[in-house]
């Protein structure tokens, strides 16, 4: 973010250079100073450059750029792949996913009071290579990167249409993609995309150099964890993974770095995994994880992190919502966990275990687990291997599950919204159907 923050001061003097240099102010200078034609264009460059402030030259000079058009033109190709780089490491979108992104690609949406910021795209890994909406959910520092991008792509495209001057005045936010290439900005013909409205190479393999001011150094201390991580590999053999060289960042190791170490920190599940990746099948999900149970937990040097403090008070939450979720609340309840606490916690409306240490105490003992889950609740110790097969489906024949009336209710009422967004026909859809129809069956034999 720092990057980001160090182009977010100069932006504004970026555009607006960029944009002196199509003027005809400065034509129109030199031609009053009666240069020749043959030095009509260093005069302008030298008229040009007076009104460069010291913060651009320098912001130029230290990342190896000249005070140029080519330089500028640079810098935004530059800030264009970290930005791009950013938004993948904080969604977990696909390259081409995040590379065709429209120009109004950020969203807010509020629910249950809290907001939540969203990248709006298309993905083609539904429906055999056609394009469908889509959306991730990412972080509210990514409003910020958005931002900067579209001001870049305002300007790039407003350029683009001296190339192609059929182009519409102003702007189409839904079509035009928000990293727009920048060889539109050259005069050169041969540097400027033969269509219109083409996004950029943002690929980071192209330009290692944008993180050579980062410590991207190969320890040894980073192959003991990958080969934790896969031990069938031979990590050391290989030459880019050397000690001491510089780690070759791609953008689909983003991504995967997201699955991996989300799940060793806990805080999602397969199936929620499956959505954030846009994946059909959690398997794959589940691929992408793999090795989770032996990363690292970068949580685990926050203390006051939410995941850590909750695994410190672990057993305590348990104890406080098995008491509040199926003993001491008068909703309705049906599934083997229910009748386990008919029989064992209470009977005849007598709570046998009253006390929240005593909950505790058996919770820390071994002798019995719970969880909230979508449905209700879940009363297996360890990981569930069943929900992540699958879907929140597996918890209805689960030996382990409890089913709340009220939680089943919302989630067939979502369920039927999602439904009804999704294209008729299409394989996604006949998904959620089926997980649609299991709801409402087990609602129709279970509760009245």
Request: charged share 30%.
């Amino acid at each position: 973010m720092e990057e980001i923050e160090e182009f977010k001061k100069v932006e504004d003097q970026i555009i607006s250079a960029v944009s002196a240099l199509r003027s005809e102010s400065i034509r129109a200078d030199a031609i009053r100073e009666n240069k020749n034609v043959k030095t009509l264009y260093a005069h302008r460059l030298r008229l040009w450059r007076k009104g460069i402030s010291p913060r651009l030259t320098a912001y130029l000079t230290s990342r190896g750029l000249r005070v140029s058009r080519y330089g500028l033109n640079s810098a935004i190709s530059r800030f264009q792949r970290i930005a791009k780089t950013f938004l993948h490491a904080f969604s977990g979108a696909r390259d081409s996913e995040l590379l065709h992104a429209p120009f109004a690609c950020h969203t807010t949406v509020l629910l249950d009071g809290i907001g939540y910021h969203l990248l709006l795209s298309t993905t083609t890994k539904f429906e055999n290579g056609i394009p469908v909406s889509a959306f991730w959910v990412t972080c509210d520092y990514a409003e910020t990167v958005v931002r900067s991008c579209q001001k870049l792509c305002a300007l790039i495209y407003q350029i683009s249409r001296i190339h192609f001057p059929s182009l519409p005045k102003e702007l189409v936010e839904s079509s035009t993609p928000l990293f727009l290439s920048t060889g539109y900005l050259y005069r050169d013909k041969r540097r400027v995309p033969r269509r219109r409205n083409r996004p950029g190479e943002t690929r980071l393999a192209l330009t290692p150099e944008i993180f050579s001011s980062f410590d991207l150094y190969i320890r040894d201390e980073d192959i003991k964890e990958l080969e934790e991580i896969d031990v069938n590999r031979a990590w050391r053999s290989e030459k880019r993974f050397k000690v001491g060289s510089f780690w070759q960042v791609q953008n689909h190791q983003l991504r995967r770095s997201l699955a991996l170490y989300a799940k060793a920190a806990g805080i999602i599940q397969s199936t929620s995994l499956r959505r954030v990746l846009k994946h059909i099948s959690v398997g794959m999900s589940d691929y992408y994880a793999r090795g989770s149970e032996s990363a690292k937990n970068i949580l685990e040097d926050d203390p006051y992190h939410m995941c850590n403090v909750y695994q410190s008070n672990e057993a305590d939450a348990e104890a406080l919502l098995f008491l509040r979720d199926l003993v001491q609340s008068n909703d309705e309840w049906s599934g083997p966990l229910a009748t386990f606490v008919d029989r064992h916690i209470r009977t005849d409306s007598i709570v046998i275990v009253k006390s929240r240490a005593e909950m505790t105490s058996r919770v820390k003992r071994g002798l019995m687990a719970y969880q909230d889950t979508y449905l209700g609740g879940c009363g297996k110790r360890g990981h569930c291997e069943k929900r992540a097969m699958r879907s929140l489906v597996e918890c209805l024949d689960c030996n382990k599950s409890g089913i709340n009336k009220r939680k089943l209710d919302r989630a067939i009422a979502a369920q039927t919204n999602i439904v009804a967004r999704l294209p008729a026909g299409t394989m996604e859809r006949r998904a959620e159907e089926e997980d649609l129809r299991a709801l409402t069956a087990y609602r129709a034999k279970n509760f009245n």
